[in-house]
């Protein structure tokens, strides 16, 4: 079947790689790569998750932040202007409470709180009267369907129907080099004090002091957890526990990230992470790839409870006002045209 750049209503977009390989193994068909306009310089992977044409984007090669997820999202929109909503999709660094219990490999869903549509960018406002700082930064929530959506399979997730482990089962049959990528066995989930740093002098936690270790009950299963609230996002890495708390306390999040924020004047977007670090000085790298994959059959999961016929309902994103509506309709015939 040949299908063109307006068959595709679903936009994917990811900042590391091994985040778009995680993406691309949730497909359950790939599609031929379509030509795009020579400004676009993006890199797409074409494919289907329940029926929905899906395309999939990842942020160049060691360049991550809002800046870089806005120029990615604004080109996707140009070349591929039918997309109704965005999901974005990867790891990012939980913030535990008593109220919350997250732990590495469960997985945040950005989800409206108040006067926010799910993500609220921590690093920018404005300063107000008495030295207080007022954040004015919130990603557009994603249109109704996908909320809906989200009713559903939280519903499905109460009564025990979750489908995240056998996707990921079914990812490392389908793809058995992806071994990286499955539940990370022998790396401890351990959660430090937040008035504990790091020591310096070591790179992993092998010799930090295990009496500042937090207790925590064990859980019956190593199946991930979904949680729903606010994510935070912003341009710098949050390595500090005290700075992971203070935010938390004033901001009710539950998860840091750094590319979300860059697509508030973009697209509606549902913010999905796998909880790869808690946002302290202790973060490393040996819960990237496992988050990495909850992440993406979570977002696998909830396609499959949205409505391909309501998508198509729903206006596109630029109809919505959102993005650079008459470049992109301009750019995508061209594409069209050198197929």
């Known amino acids: 079947m040949r299908r063109s750049h307006g068959d595709y209503m679903i936009g994917w977009i990811c900042a590391l790689p091994l985040e778009l390989a995680a993406a691309k193994a949730m497909l359950d068909?790939?599609?031929?790569?379509?030509?795009?306009?020579?400004?676009d310089h993006n890199t797409y992977a074409l494919g289907e998750i329940s029926n929905h044409n899906v395309v999939i984007a990842c942020l160049p090669s060691g360049v991550t932040g809002t800046i870089s997820a806005a120029t990615v999202a604004t080109q996707m929109l140009a070349t591929y202007p039918c997309i109704r909503f965005g999901?974005?999709?990867?790891?990012?660094?939980?913030?535990?409470?008593?109220?919350?219990?997250?732990?590495?490999?469960?997985?945040?869903?950005?989800?409206?709180?108040?006067?926010?549509?799910?993500?609220?960018?921590?690093?920018?406002?404005?300063?107000?009267?008495?030295?207080?700082?007022?954040?004015?930064?919130?990603?557009?929530?994603?249109?109704?369907?996908?909320?809906?959506?989200?009713?559903?399979?939280?519903?499905?997730?109460?009564?025990?129907?979750?489908?995240?482990?056998?996707?990921?089962?079914?990812?490392?049959?389908?793809?058995?080099?992806?071994?990286?990528?499955?539940y990370p066995d022998g790396n401890e989930d351990v959660l430090f004090d937040a008035s504990y740093e790091h020591d310096a002098a070591s790179k992993a936690c092998q010799a930090c002091d295990k009496s500042q270790v937090v207790a925590r009950n064990a859980r019956g299963s190593n199946d991930p957890l979904v949680h729903y609230g606010l994510i935070a996002s912003g341009n710098q890495v949050v390595k500090s526990a005290v700075v992971r708390d203070k935010l938390a306390r004033e901001l009710g999040i539950l998860c840091f990230e750094m590319e979300a924020a860059g697509l508030m004047d973009e697209f509606p977007c549902l913010v999905i992470r796998g909880v790869s670090d808690?946002?302290?000085?202790?973060?490393?790298?040996?819960?990237?790839?496992?988050?990495?994959?909850?992440?993406?059959?979570?977002?696998?999961?909830?396609?499959?409870?949205?409505?391909?016929a309501q998508t198509k309902g729903i206006p596109t994103a630029l109809d919505t006002g959102i993005g650079p509506a008459t470049p992109a309709r301009n750019t995508y015939r061209d594409a069209d045209r050198y197929r």
């Open 29 to 39: 068909k790939a599609h031929d790569k379509l030509a795009q306009p020579p400004h």
């Open 87 to 182: 999901l974005m999709v990867g790891i990012g660094g939980g913030v535990p409470s008593a109220d919350h219990d997250i732990r590495l490999g469960d997985v945040i869903v950005s989800n409206p709180q108040g006067s926010f549509g799910g993500v609220i960018q921590y690093d920018y406002g404005k300063a107000i009267r008495n030295g207080e700082f007022q954040r004015t930064g919130a990603l557009n929530k994603p249109p109704s369907v996908v909320l809906t959506a989200i009713s559903e399979l939280q519903a499905n997730h109460m009564m025990g129907m979750i489908k995240i482990p056998d996707l990921l089962r079914g990812m490392l049959l389908r793809f058995p080099g992806m071994k990286q990528f499955g």
């Open 278 to 308: 808690y946002a302290d000085s202790h973060k490393n790298n040996d819960w990237q790839a496992y988050a990495a994959a909850v992440a993406a059959a979570y977002a696998k999961e909830l396609l499959s409870c949205v409505s391909v």
